[in-house]
């Protein structure tokens, strides 16, 4: 789905993003320059209007942060695209007013979409002023002695716990306690234990309970004690109509 078409007109004198007008003379019977105070009385509602394109440079997942100054109710979309060529081939996400946990983008091409709708309190919708930022910056959370066992899930794919809420999870470093490989003063060579934990791995890296296993020496399925660093984007969230991450 390409990017709607937008309807805002850009009034040069005051420097603002406004409403086209739907009104006609044609209108205006009985109406005097005493009560006629505005030109466009008849606003096209919902105003819309969208950004420049942003380009991250290379394709990758990120936050995006933006500040906006406007009237009326503003219902935001985010379409992002790894050509630029916004003929389809992009995703789109939409974001309300105060949206909270809301996840990571993935691409290099960034347009916001604004859809303003008219709020008589405000008067006519308007944006007076917007900037976007995007950010991959990262954080790292840190679990250690983590008995998979009392994890959801078996052991074909435990849930990991998440400590903090994440727009993405980027990694995981898993590592395995130390099990029982060989009982202590045996001397048979080549002896291990099949339910000793060899190596872990990744099921999937959902952001909200990213999910392990770890597979024995024998090649099966098992539980293990381990420690873990989780590389993730921090939480998008809207405060009130402006973008931002915790």
Not at 76 to 92: D, K, Q, W
């Amino acid at each position: 789905m390409a990017i709607p078409a937008t309807n805002y007109i850009f009034d040069q004198f005051n420097g603002l993003i406004t409403t086209a007008n739907q009104g006609t003379w044609a209108d205006k019977s009985g109406a005097t320059w005493d009560s006629w105070t505005a030109w466009a009385d008849d606003p096209v509602t919902p105003m819309t209007w969208e950004s420049d394109v942003l380009d991250l440079g290379s394709i990758a997942y990120f936050n995006l942060k933006w500040n906006i100054t406007c009237a009326g109710t503003p219902t935001f979309t985010v379409y992002v695209s790894e050509t630029g060529l916004f003929a389809g081939e992009e995703t789109s996400t939409t974001i309300n007013v105060d949206d909270e946990d809301i996840e990571a983008f993935y691409g290099r091409y960034v347009v916001v979409f604004v859809s303003l709708a008219f709020d008589p309190t405000q008067g006519f919708p308007t944006i007076t002023e917007f900037d976007q930022t995007a950010s991959g910056e990262s954080l790292q959370t840190v679990q250690y002695d983590v008995a998979s066992s009392s994890l959801t899930g078996t052991a074909d794919a435990r849930a990991i716990v998440m400590p903090r809420t994440v727009s993405k999870v980027l990694a995981l470093q898993i590592t395995p306690h130390a099990g029982s490989y060989v009982a202590d003063n045996y001397v048979a060579d080549s002896y291990i234990s099949d339910a000793a934990p060899g190596f872990p791995a990744i099921v999937s890296k959902t952001r909200t309970g990213p999910q392990v296993t770890f597979v024995s020496t024998a090649g099966t399925k098992v539980d293990a004690v381990f420690d873990l660093i989780m590389t993730v984007l921090p939480e998008q969230y809207m405060d009130g109509q402006n973008l931002t991450a915790r």
